[in-house]
T-cell receptor
Framework: RKEVEQDPGPFNVPEGATVAFNCTYSNSASQSFFWYRQDCRKEPKLLMSVYSSGNEDGRFTAQLNRASQYISLLIRDSKLSDSATYLCVVSHNNNDMRFGAGTRLTVKP | DTGVSQDPRHKITKRGQNVTFRCDPISEHNRLYWYRQTLGQGPEFLTYFQNEAQLEKSRLLSDRFSAERPKGSFSTLEIQRTEQGDSAMYLC???????????FGQGTRLTVV
């Protein structure tokens, strides 16, 4: 079993749609959680950290369920510029970061 | 540009040759990470440094791979006797500490022919 598993995608949605990505992790001792965004042929960039109580940043909402070892990302009112691969990242003891394979999103006009 | 820089951006080498990549982290960042990414996959952790100390190495890092960060600033990743399976994007990232955001460089794309 992979340490971090994500929805395989791809997700193709129209502009304005709401889309949700899920991620599960295997190490129950994991302490830090993030969503990174990676555009085609570019390096990953931090989208947002994920906090235990859940957190929101504009159109983006992240949730964490430690009991189920599950993380989610919700994007509301999708924009064309949201098209990218979204990477779920889990850190154990705040040391190395382990990435999921990514979920590819395409937002269409 | 004060971001993470990697050199070279692209490297084509023949199977069996040795290659070395360099990463210059953001100034004052204590942590430095190396990842490998292949098409359609997320970055796979290889190793990381806290200052000059290499604190963890992935099982992916065979004995043909070695990484150094001699003065706690730039780092090098060397692959000896390259194989076609080594073809990938090699990403470097740095962070101030273990709680801070990690910033990635643009990567070195290695092609082994």
């Amino acid at each position: 079993r992979k340490e971090v598993e994500q929805d395989p995608g791809p997700f193709n949605v129209p502009e304005g749609a709401t889309v949700a990505f899920n991620c599960t992790y295997s190490n129950s001792a994991s302490q830090s959680f993030f969503w990174y965004r990676q555009d085609c042929r570019k390096e990953p960039k931090l989208l947002m950290s994920v906090y235990s109580s859940g957190n929101e940043d504009g159109r983006f909402t992240a949730q964490l369920n430690r009991a189920s070892q599950y993380i989610s990302l919700l994007i509301r009112d999708s924009k064309l510029s949201d098209s990218a691969t979204y990477l779920c990242v889990v850190s154990h003891n705040n040391n190395d970061m382990r990435f999921g394979a990514g979920t590819r999103l395409t937002v269409k006009p | 540009d004060t971001g993470v820089s990697q050199d070279p951006r692209h490297k084509i080498t023949k199977r069996g040759q040795n290659v070395t990549f360099r990463c210059d982290p953001i100034s004052e960042h204590n942590r430095l990470y190396w990842y490998r990414q292949t098409l359609g996959q997320g970055p796979e952790f290889l190793t990381y440094f806290q200052n000059e100390a290499q604190l963890e190495k992935s099982r992916l890092l065979s004995d043909r791979f070695s990484a150094e960060r001699p003065k706690g600033s730039f780092s090098t990743l060397e692959i000896q006797r390259t194989e076609q399976g080594d073809s990938a994007m090699y990403l470097c990232a740095s962070s101030f500490d273990r709680y801070s955001e990690a910033f990635f460089g643009q990567g070195t794309r290695l092609t082994v022919v």
